[in-house]
């Protein structure tokens, strides 16, 4: 991809032009100084009948301009009727604005496609702007699962989509490496260890990990130190275990990325916070005391159900009432160790202490009550200069062929990330993950992902990028001189006679490939990948659709033996939907490629 945000969309021009009516309008009127004229969109109507665009301008001005919204309505009308662009403009129900667009803006609009290739839809909207993703962050106590697969590939095309739209993006991995867990780890690591010196270690005791996937770290102790650590205590040989487990374990993880094709730029350490230097939990926790956000105090009974974090005791308590919670939350244990949450505190405080103001965390299903303490405890570190946003990943149920997935040999109680990998492809893997709103469950068929039909997305989509360019090589009979090279393809598409795509099935592909920028900038800002998957396949349909259509009626088909000219700007379409196909799949870390067997 290129690294220039393209020029600006369609959707943008018509944006500005508004804007521009709306600002003479405010000095006609003298409308109070400062009207935000951000709240002012320019989107496709829900109802394709009502034209190309729609404005919400005079519903959300129409206060500032003292008048009602409909006779502002009429107003901006008149401006935009004398538009270049504009054939016709309608106000609907209490002042909504819908335009219709002169046929000649799609052909420009497909020229610009052409000209800037996977670069089109490419944003400035971010301005640079730095953000923090922290996605993933497993628990680094065995390989990956089917539900870390989820967050982990929405994680990474969430940050792919931010740094297309123009943020300068950050992927971090919190490693979880100071818990009880990891306590646990090292135990169950210990047993594998006697066992690789030769031990029958019977079964493995409840409590602790069962997967033989901790069979080479024993191997490897076993080797390094012989039996050496049976003769000291637990204290003595638990920190030794601990750390090459877990550094073992992350390197399993980030093998099980690699098959995702996911790398982050920053692995932080949770034990960081606490080992290293100054004790960054304690250091956060009096810089909140001191600003009276932090006290001794006590609980009162959680209305309805029990709460996990819930003892009647005297404890440290953090204020996050004052920031939005619905409780104030503990800090230390009864056993005088920090709380989960004290250590997440210091953790996002150190992201703001290294200039990240803009962080989003991409949580598990069951860490729902876990977002409003979060965001307060980052209002409060960062005396609200800092915004959090979190997005849940829910479940995934594995399937195949409508029937539940039994469990995993190798782990032990759960299938693992690399198996379904191994099975079906990153490919496959990455964009059905994304093929779902990510707080809805998602059920995943390791057999209907692989299936070649319109029922399997990522098979539809690839299989357009892979069309249009079968199309470009049985073209060159009608079309000699089509250059194979893709630059060179564009170059020479980008003078054909665009205009002679007036078929409304034509016009509506071409609609659709000039929404796509506004498509990636929104989607960007919602964060919301999965929009990008959802509006992939509908143009691999659109295209598709298109292609069976020129089968029943010969004059739509892309390539017409005697009329050069007409075949010329039908591939410029072609070229206008394998760019943004191509440019869509690399977003979403999926391949495009330019045949299908």
Known sequence: MADKPSSPHLFADVLARVHAICAALATEGNWPDGVDFSRV????????????????????????????????????????????????????????????????????????????????????VGKAEKVNVEYVSANPTGPMHVGHCRGAVFGDALCSLLQFAGYDVTR?????????????????????????????????????????????????????????????????????VRSKAISMMMEMIKGDLAALHIKHDVFFSERSLIDTGKNKVTE???????????????????????????????QTLFRATNYGDDVDRPLMKSDGSYTYFASDIANHKNKFDRGFTNLIDVFGADHGGYIKRMQAAVKAVTAGKAALDVKIVQLVKLLRDGEPVKMSKRSGEFVTLREVVDEVGSDAVRFMMLFRKNDAVLDFDLAKVIEQSKDNAVFYVQYGHARGHSIFKNAREVVPDLPEDASARAAYLGTAAVERLTDPVELSLLKLLALYPRMVEAAAVAHEPHRIAFYLYDLASEFHALWTRGRDLPYLRFIINNDAEITKARLAMVQGVVSVLASGLAVLGVHAPTEMR
């Open 41 to 124: 969109v320019v989107e496709p109507p829900r109802d394709a009948s009502h034209g190309d665009m729609a404005t919400n301008a005079a519903m959300v001005l129409a206060k500032e301009a003292k008048t009602k919204p409909r006779d502002l309505a009429e107003k901006i009308a008149e401006g935009l009727r004398a538009d270049a662009l504009v054939a016709s403009v309608d106000v609907a129900g209490p002042g909504f604005i819908n335009l219709t667009l002169k046929p000649k803006v799609w052909a420009d609009a497909l020229r610009t496609v052409v000209r800037e290739g996977e670069a089109y839809g490419r944003s400035a």
């Open 172 to 240: 971090e991995y919190y490693i979880n490496d100071a818990g009880a867990q990891v306590d646990v780890l090292g135990r169950s690591a210990y047993l594998r260890y006697l066992e690789a010196l030769g031990e029958d270690i019977g079964a493995i005791p409840e409590g602790l990990y069962p997967g033989d996937y901790l069979v080479p770290v024993g191997q490897v102790l076993a080797a390094e130190y012989g039996d050496k650590l049976k003769a000291v205590s637990e204290n003595a040989w638990l920190p030794i």
């Open 284 to 314: 956060t926790i009096d810089f909140l005391r001191a600003k009276g956000d932090v006290y001794e105090g006590r609980l009162p009974p959680p209305k309805g159900g029990p709460v996990e974090d819930y003892e009647d005791r005297e």
